[in-house]
């Protein structure tokens, strides 16, 4: 019921933020799906390939542009691995 919870409150507070664009919105969704998957707002395990397909985002500039977007406005944490046998992980703020 708190992740439930948690994914309103996020959700609600984009609808009132006119930063965010449909890239951002479709990102964000895919953090969230990938979320919900896991049972977890922090330390969500991605791969830029998976957040790619899960918000139909093509092109590798525009994924950059409005993945980093969310991280200077708020509304993720991101920690990069750079080792390619260990998944990068993602938190969602419940407030940016």
Partial sequence: MKMKNDFLTIIASTEKDR???VWHLA?????LLLALRQGRLNGIKVSR???MVL???ATLPTYH???KDLQQIGYIDYRPSYHPGVRSEVDIKKQP
């Fill in 19 to 21: 930063r965010l664009t």
């Fill in 27 to 31: 990102i964000l969704t895919s953090l």
């Fill in 49 to 51: 390939s998976r957040i």
């Fill in 55 to 57: 918000s139909h985002i």
């Fill in 65 to 67: 542009k409005y993945f």
